[in-house]
């Protein structure tokens, strides 16, 4: 990964965002684009006043940049006049990992940009919680099953699971076929140590099975999980994504590395 490309949206997590992003490019010796991204449309009145709000998040968002990346080496700022939506897809194509920060709602402009990034970028997407752990890829969990996603998920995050102290991959107990232990040997010949673990989703709803694959990645200890994501995009509606995945973007307390 030699490209990353973080969206902010001038909010009072931006620079949460950006200490996490930042720490990530110096871990990969990467480059660091930024950009402002607009964060969900607020009943603001006029339009007049609309466009107010946006500029002063915008102004905020460039704020935090030159604060906390600035003075770095390879970062830069997004100038772009295009919108936002029309930004992210174009330049989330254009580098290695997409980041954006974790939706809290089901539906709207927040999902719509994680759908695009997800849908439309051929690549992977990071979603990060408002208050990432201090820890950056330093512990992964990979959830494992014997999916295309769950491939590709696995092969863009082999530079951060190359620079891992630990990599736990898990698997569900009732799917043998996911067969953990082939994995562990693909890990080996990148020169990547993996142990196995199994969570539980017998009998339990989608979401329940989301949950149980939290529980698992706490358990672990892990600051990042990395997983493939399932579903069609459905525009700005998260109910597009499988639902045990829609429970996991909405609800992670660590970053969460997706691929479709």
């Known amino acids: 990964m030699k490209r990353l490309l973080l969206f902010i949206d001038g909010g009072a997590t931006d620079r949460e965002y950006l200490r996490y992003a930042a720490q990530l490019h110096e871990r990969l010796a990467a480059q660091l684009t930024v950009g402002y991204l607009r964060a969900g449309e607020a009943k603001v009145g006029s339009v007049a006043r609309a466009i107010d709000v946006a500029q002063r998040a915008a102004a905020a968002a460039r704020q935090a940049f030159d604060e906390t990346c600035g003075a770095l080496e390879s970062t830069r700022w997004l100038d772009s006049e295009q919108s936002s939506i029309e930004t992210l897809q174009h330049e ?3 580098h290695d990992l997409t980041m954006l920060g974790r939706v809290s709602q089901d539906e709207g402009s927040d999902v719509f940009a994680l759908n695009s990034a997800l849908f439309d970028s051929g690549g992977p997407v990071l979603v990060s919680p408002p208050r990432p752990p201090a820890a950056v890829a330093d512990r992964v969990a990979l959830v494992w099953s014997p999916t295309a996603q769950a491939a590709r998920a ?27 232990d082939d994995l562990v040997d693909y890990l080996a010949a990148h020169g990547i140590r993996a142990e196995t ?8 709803t989608a979401r329940g099975r989301g949950r149980s694959i939290l529980a698992a990645v706490q358990s672990a200890g892990a600051d990042l999980l990395v997983m493939g994501a399932y579903g069609e995009n459905r525009l700005a509606s998260i109910f597009g994504l499988g639902r045990a995945t829609q429970k996991i973007v909405s609800g992670t307390s660590v970053p969460v590395l997706l691929q479709r």
């Open 197 to 204: 673990a199994v969570f539980e989703t017998a009998l339990q």
């Open 154 to 180: 696995t092969r863009s995050a082999l530079p951060m699971l190359s620079r891992a102290s630990s990599v736990v991959v898990l698997t569900d107990s009732g799917r043998p076929e996911a067969r953990p």
């Open 92 to 94: 989330s194509r254009l």
